[in-house]
């Protein structure tokens, strides 16, 4: 009897305490127009606590099978679907995006017709909770544009990423040192793959389409100012640290004026926010995203540099 042949997608789910979200995603993931034996579903439960396990063996009849991943962090999530997965691309997906029913049928036109080491597609915002008045979708949404190959400094979404997983075995994966672990914040993972992917192979073609869309979940803490702008000094954070990675740390004195000059930078976009234009943003909340949040982005990526310096000095 000869061996079935391996499916042409793994998607792959990696959750954490989210038992209802994940009952939702896993829902559209069984229903892709995309036939069954195109792709499988595998969930990966980073120590959950709550009704994830139950959850997923309600779909396991369905052909979703769970593995669970001890150490703690989307990283070591994400690398424990690729080693676990039977197909050819991992197509990651957040435990808090809404899939719609084309989404699989899209990737698999986009393969057979370029076969890139790796494709994905926008995200836009959804909510299960009101919306505060000044809240704007383009903030809870990413949309990169027409279809192409992604050029130096563009990166697809890592809630909305599918991979070869050829590609991820020959580069180790994600490196376990960034990204969510558990409640504490933590990005950059996905975009540093994708930095050692073009520099291991610097034809290496990531494929954007629009027809690889997904909803996006906003949660309440998402549109809570705060959290915004602490999200913005994380995203700084990773960012830098990603830069610093492989290089010598830098010098501290230039990396304490840096600090100064990113903390100038956001009390200069706060001074400015009466002056803002009140059309385009019309709330001060709007003022403090749109202005002062890529300062604080600034600020978080100035923190981690000096940071490094003084590590790099002990």
């Known amino acids: 009897m ?84 039977r197909g050819e691309y991992v197509a990651y997906c957040d435990d808090d995006c809404r899939i719609p029913p084309g989404w699989l049928e899209a990737a698999r036109t986009l393969a057979l017709a370029h076969r890139p080491e790796g494709m994905g597609g926008p995200y836009f915002a959804c909510y299960a909770s009101p919306r505060p008045a000044w809240f704007k979708d383009a903030y809870g949404s990413h949309d990169q544009g027409p279809e192409r190959v992604l050029g130096p400094g563009e990166f697809l979404d890592g809630g909305n990423m599918i991979l070869q997983r050829a590609v991820l075995e020959a580069l180790g994966g994600f490196d376990g040192r960034l990204g969510m672990r558990g409640r504490a914040l933590g990005y950059g993972e996905e975009t540093d793959l994708q930095l050692r992917l073009r520099a291991a192979r610097p034809g290496a073609a990531l494929r954007y389409s629009p027809t690889l869309w997904v909803r996006h979940l906003v949660s309440p803490g998402r549109m809570r100012l705060g959290d915004i702008l602490r999200q913005r000094l994380a995203d700084g954070m990773s960012i830098e640290r990603i830069r610093l990675a492989d ?55 100035a923190w981690a540099r000096l940071r490094a310096a003084l590590e790099g000095r002990r």
């Open 247 to 301: 290089g010598p740390p830098p010098p501290a004195l230039r990396a304490a004026g840096a600090l100064g000059k990113a903390a100038g930078r956001v009390a200069l976009a706060l001074a400015a926010l009466p002056l803002r234009d009140r059309e385009a943003m019309p709330r001060v909340h709007n003022g403090l995203c749109e202005l002062v949040g890529p300062r604080v982005l600034g600020l978080g990526m």
């Open 2 to 85: 000869t061996a079935p042949r391996p499916p042409l997608f793994t998607v792959a789910v990696c959750t954490y305490n989210r038992a209802a979200l994940l009952r939702d995603v896993l829902g559209d993931l069984c229903a892709q127009t995309l036939p069954r034996e195109h792709y499988e579903i595998l969930v990966v439960d980073n120590n959950s606590t709550d009704d994830t396990a139950a959850v997923a063996r309600e779909f396991a009849a369905r052909g979703v099978r769970r593995v669970a991943e001890p150490a703690q962090g989307l990283s070591h999530a994400r690398n424990r679907a690729w080693r676990e997965a």
